[in-house]
Antibody, heavy 122, light 105 residues
Framework: QVTLRESGPALVKPTQTLTLTCTFS??????????VSWIRQPPGKALEWLALIDWDEERYYSPSLKTRLSISKDTSKNQVVLTMTNMDPVDTATYYC??????????????WGQGILVTVSS | DIQMTQSPSTLSASVGDRVIITCRAS??????LAWYQQKPGKAPELLIF???NLETGVPSRFSGSGSGTEFTLTISSLQPDDFATYYCQQYNNFWTFGQGTKVEI
């Protein structure tokens, strides 16, 4: 059974760095074609893809946010960590991690975590 | 960046209706397109991948079609459980979501 769970602070102050952890089970990020993405959703708004790391340690970032993002994995702990620097109130959102296992292309997200609401406020 | 535009933004429908949602890409994404359903307070769920492939466990009343820049999600007979927001996502060049289509009564 595949599960993902996000963890991290619910509240961060402007200019601080956000660190979120995705802990997963039921698959290995060492397995070919597996990848984990981070996606966010501001309250009442659309989904926005942020970053992806795959089984081969390839990393991809949203072009509009790449200077602020870093993604890494710890396969021994089955975790993927996202850091976002210089947080601003507009970054207030629910942050999701999700898996892709499609051998054709890393894209369709077949399992999602429940999400974590992060509020940026002083 | 590839922009994804869904229409309509909101759709009013009744149980039993045939519902069609359109997604347009600002440039060709071939068939690298997925559709998701999201209910309030929940994570999205994958419905369709590679434009027309039904994810395991998804009811057959859902179908997808299209390629290049024009795609559609069709619900053949709307059920009470289908009132939700639907998103398209391209994965040909990075990953981009549409703005969503809310299906309401």
């Amino acid at each position: 059974q595949v599960t993902l769970r996000e963890s991290g602070p619910a509240l961060v102050k402007p200019t601080q760095t956000l660190t979120l952890t995705c802990t997963f089970s039921g698959f290995s990020l060492n397995t070919n074609f597996m990848s984990v993405s981070w996606i966010r959703q501001p309250p009442g708004k659309a989904l926005e893809w942020l970053a992806l790391i795959d089984w081969d340690e390839e990393r991809y970032y949203s072009p509009s946010l790449k200077t602020r993002l870093s993604i890494s994995k710890d396969t021994s702990k089955n975790q993927v960590v996202l850091t976002m620097t210089n947080m601003d109130p507009v970054d207030t959102a629910t942050y999701y991690c999700a898996r892709s296992s499609d051998p054709a292309a890393a894209g369709p997200l077949d399992y999602w975590g429940q999400g974590i609401l992060v509020t940026v406020s002083s | 960046d590839i922009q994804m535009t869904q229409s309509p933004s909101t759709l009013s429908a009744s149980v039993g209706d045939r519902v069609i949602i359109t997604c347009r890409a600002s440039q060709s994404v071939d068939s690298w397109l997925a559709w998701y359903q999201q209910k309030p307070g929940k994570a999205p769920e994958l419905l369709i991948f590679k434009a027309s492939n039904l994810e395991t466990g998804v009811p057959s009343r859902f179908s997808g079609s299209g390629s290049g820049t024009e795609f559609t999600l069709t619900i053949s007979s709307l059920q009470p459980d289908d009132f939700a927001t639907y998103y398209c996502q391209q994965y040909n060049n990075f990953w981009t979501f549409g703005q969503g289509t809310k299906v309401e009564i």
